[in-house]
């Protein structure tokens, strides 16, 4: 059993960064094949928003492109995503994944970041 939880999030003024935090319990999260970072805003799907997978490679949507950092803290067993430049329409849930295998992957409960303009 793995368990995930995600910090870091709050109330954060527009242009401003916040820092957010996938913790592990149960399994070294270095060596899940991939961790991904989700969001949803009200009344949205569920969207994408960056992944690093184990050999280290990175993505991000086109909506956070050049204001996201994705990365490991090997230290708190962590995947921490930081973003710049918030926008009003950063606001949302955001989650994390992490997949071992097609049929072993866990989800975090989410964390809130609201950003006031």
């Known amino acids: 059993q793995v368990q995930l939880v995600e910090s870091g999030g709050g109330l954060v003024q527009a242009g401003g960064s916040v820092t957010l935090s996938c913790a592990a319990v149960?399994?070294?999260?270095?060596?899940?094949?991939?961790v991904a970072w989700y969001r949803q805003a009200p009344g949205k799907q569920r969207e994408w928003v960056a992944s690093?997978?184990?050999?280290?490679?990175?993505n991000s949507a086109d909506s956070v492109n050049g204001r996201l950092t994705i990365s490991r803290d090997a230290a708190q067993n962590a995947v921490l995503l930081q973003i710049d430049s918030l926008k009003a329409e950063d606001t949302a849930v955001y989650f994390c994944?992490?997949?071992?295998?097609?049929?072993?992957?866990?989800w975090g409960q989410g964390t809130q970041v609201t950003v006031s303009s």
């Open positions: 994944n992490a997949q071992w295998s097609a049929d072993y992957d866990w």
């Open positions: 149960g399994a070294r999260i270095a060596t899940a094949a991939v």
């Open positions: 690093l997978t184990r050999g280290g490679e990175r």
